[in-house]
């Protein structure tokens, strides 16, 4: 049974742990750059030794805490190009799970995607990049985005442990402000 306390008790460390964040700020933003248009075939392979990547897992590797992310939409592209070819991808029978789509995208967002992880952005960017197995949800850039010019900044903030059990908040108001093209923030 629940204590009488419990919901009060909760809410106080709660409201403690956004004061911290609020006087203490998050941890520097950290970013890469990502050209849809040359990203290779890295399925069953591991990315995080490949040249061009290896640098990229090193520093996210670091990142103890959990994170916030969004893709922020950097090449002259239109939205609708960019949801007509998700929508492509949606529709093939052998695409790998991918994230909801509003029905009514907002089109003039130049942010992608919006997302949260407890820990591990390494494993999460993998997923998105593509190159994961089937059932985790992703973006998955490398099997809709060729040709179509989309070059993207993946940008990183990372929080304090204490921040874990709160960060679907902090996702689902960040995602209100940004208005990604992907994703369904309820």
């Not at 890295?42 to 990315?47: A, S, V, W």
């Not at 999460?124 to 010019?149: D, E, S």
Request: with cysteine; glycine share 6%; aromatic share 10%.
């Amino acid at each position: 049974m629940l204590s009488e306390n419990f919901i009060e008790q909760f809410c106080s460390n709660a409201a403690s742990v956004f004061a911290n964040v609020s006087k203490e700020g998050i941890n520097p933003a950290w970013s890469i750059d990502i050209d849809c248009d040359i990203l290779e075939d890295y399925t069953g392979t591991n990315i995080e030794k490949a040249d061009q990547y290896k640098n990229w897992f090193a520093e996210l590797k670091k990142i103890s805490g959990p994170v916030l992310y969004w893709f922020q939409i950097k090449s002259d592209i239109d939205s609708a190009a960019i949801v007509d070819a998700f929508n492509v991808y949606k529709d093939d029978p052998s695409r790998k799970n991918i994230p909801a789509l509003r029905n009514r995208p907002y089109m003039s967002s130049r942010v992608l995607y919006v997302g949260k992880v407890e820990k591990g952005i390494g494993g999460r960017l993998i997923q998105h990049l593509g190159y994961k197995g089937r059932k985790t949800q992703g973006l998955q850039l490398f099997h809709w985005t060729k040709g179509l010019g989309l070059k993207l900044e993946l940008v990183v903030l990372s929080f304090p442990k204490e921040m874990t059990l709160f960060m679907s908040i902090v996702e689902r108001a960040v995602a209100t402000e940004l208005k990604p093209l992907i994703g369904k923030h309820k």
